[in-house]
C-alpha cells in the first residue's frame, strides 16, 4: 500500500472564502517534523510488546522532533472486572515502549481505554481514574498546551459525559486560544474526533463538535490542525480552514488478524496499522503523511 500524503494547501482555498491566507514567502523547509502515534493498546500477550518496538524503531528513523501520543497507549483498564495486577501489567509493558525513545519528548492525552474505573475502594485507590494516567504518562495535567518554535500544540481531555470538554476544559481552552498573539498557528490533539468522516461508519466522535467548530472559527486565524485517533480509520476532513486528521491507529484491528470486512491482515475495515509522520512550516502550512505498516 502506498503511503498516503495529505498536504494541506490553504492558498487558494483561503482567498476564495476570505480568511487569513497562510502563503510562504520562501521556499524554507519545515520547522518542525512530529511523529503522531496513537491507540498503540499495548498488552503482554502475543508478541505485542516486540512486535510494537519493532515498528516505533520505524518511526524512530523519521528523526522526530518529538512524539504526540493520542491515547489508548494500553489495551484496556476501562472494563468491568479488570484487575490491579492486570492493570499494572499493562503499563509496564508501556514503560518498556516508551523507553524506546527515551531521549525525547512524548506529549500524550488520555485514551478511554487507560483510566482503570472499577476499582473496590474508589477513594484509596492512588490508581483510580485519570490522575494515575497523567502520572504513568508524565502529563502536567489531563488537558494542557505547549510551545514547540513558533507553533502551539494543545492536548484535549474528552473523556467527560457524552465524549466532551467539559465546561471547565471548555472555559479553559476558550482562554488558551485567546489569550495567543494573532496568527499563531495552532495544532490541536485529542484522543477523540472533533469532526470526521468515521463518525458516520462507526460513532465515536466529539458531542460538543458544534460548539468547537464555532470556537476554531473564532480563531480561524490560529486554529490549523486537529489530530486524533480512537477510531483506527483513516480520514481527514477540511471545513472552514481546519484540517482534521483522524490517524489511524498502531495496533490496526488492536493485534489481532483483521476483521472479516478487511482489506488486509491487522487491519480495521480499510484501514492498515500505521503512523503519522507531520511536518509543520513556519506560515502554518502543516503536511500529515500517514505509513502503513501492513
Not at 167 to 191: F, G, R, V
Not at 197 to 225: C, M, P, W
Request: charged residues 25%; aromatic residues 12%; negative net charge.
Amino acid at each position: 500500500m502506498k503511503r498516503r500524503k495529505f498536504l494541506a494547501k490553504t492558498t487558494l482555498a483561503s482567498a476564495a472564502i476570505g480568511i487569513p491566507n497562510y502563503v510562504s514567502a520562501s521556499n524554507k523547509g519545515p520547522i518542525l517534523t512530529v511523529a503522531h502515534i496513537t491507540d498503540v493498546h499495548i498488552r503482554p500477550e502475543e508478541k505485542i510488546p516486540e512486535r510494537a518496538i519493532e515498528w516505533l524503531q520505524k518511526i524512530k528513523a523519521h528523526q522526530p522532533d518529538f512524539y504526540l501520543n493520542g491515547g489508548d497507549s494500553i489495551h484496556d483498564a476501562s472494563y468491568d472486572e479488570v484487575s490491579k495486577d492486570r492493570v499494572l501489567e499493562q503499563w509496564e509493558v508501556w514503560d518498556a515502549f516508551r523507553n524506546q525513545i527515551k531521549e525525547s519528548k512524548v506529549y500524550s492525552c488520555i485514551g478511554n481505554h487507560d483510566p482503570w474505573w472499577d476499582v473496590p475502594d474508589k477513594e484509596n485507590e492512588p490508581m483510580y481514574g485519570k490522575p494515575y494516567v497523567v502520572k504513568r504518562l508524565e502529563m502536567p495535567s489531563s488537558y494542557y498546551s505547549f510551545n514547540e518554535k513558533n507553533w502551539h500544540f494543545i492536548i484535549l481531555d474528552g473523556n467527560h459525559e457524552g465524549i466532551s470538554l467539559g465546561q471547565e476544559q471548555m472555559n479553559w481552552l476558550k482562554n488558551d486560544l485567546e489569550t495567543l498573539p494573532a496568527q499563531t498557528p495552532t495544532l490541536i490533539m485529542s484522543h477523540f474526533p472533533i469532526t470526521s468522516i468515521t463518525n458516520a461508519l462507526v460513532g465515536g466522535q466529539h458531542s460538543d463538535h458544534k460548539e468547537l467548530k464555532k470556537l476554531f472559527y473564532q480563531h480561524r486565524d490560529k486554529v490549523r490542525v486537529c489530530l486524533s485517533g480512537h477510531q483506527h480509520l483513516l480520514d481527514r476532513t477540511w471545513y472552514n480552514d481546519v484540517h482534521y486528521f483522524c490517524n489511524g491507529s498502531l495496533s490496526g484491528f488492536w493485534w489481532g488478524d483483521g476483521d472479516a470486512e478487511s482489506a488486509g491482515k491487522q487491519y480495521y475495515l480499510e484501514t492498515p496499522p500505521g503512523y503519522a509522520i507531520l511536518k509543520l512550516y513556519q506560515d502554518g502550512r502543516v503536511e500529515n503523511e500517514y505509513f502503513p505498516l501492513a
